[in-house]
């Protein structure tokens, strides 16, 4: 019984790792944003947040 509990729990454990790993991508490319849009016009930076939002959606979706 317990070497089919550590299976099963295997990958749930890879899972979250994973999530964990682009949940640290994603704070650093937010600050790498914010740090291109108070350098940009306006307009750019706009273009550039609606990106961000998009791709944090996708993330939250797969994870």
Do not use: D, G, R, W
């Not at 299976?7 to 914010?34: E, G």
């Not at 940009?40 to 990106?51: K, N, R």
Request: hydrophobic letters at 40%.
């Amino acid at each position: 019984m317990e070497a089919k509990y550590n299976i099963s729990y295997q990958p749930s454990a890879v899972s979250y790792q994973l999530s964990a790993i682009s949940y640290q991508l994603l704070a650093i490319s937010i600050n790498l944003y914010l740090k291109l849009l108070s350098s940009m016009t306006p307009c750019v930076s706009i273009q550039l947040s609606a990106i961000s939002y998009q791709l944090l959606n996708n993330t939250i979706k797969h994870s």
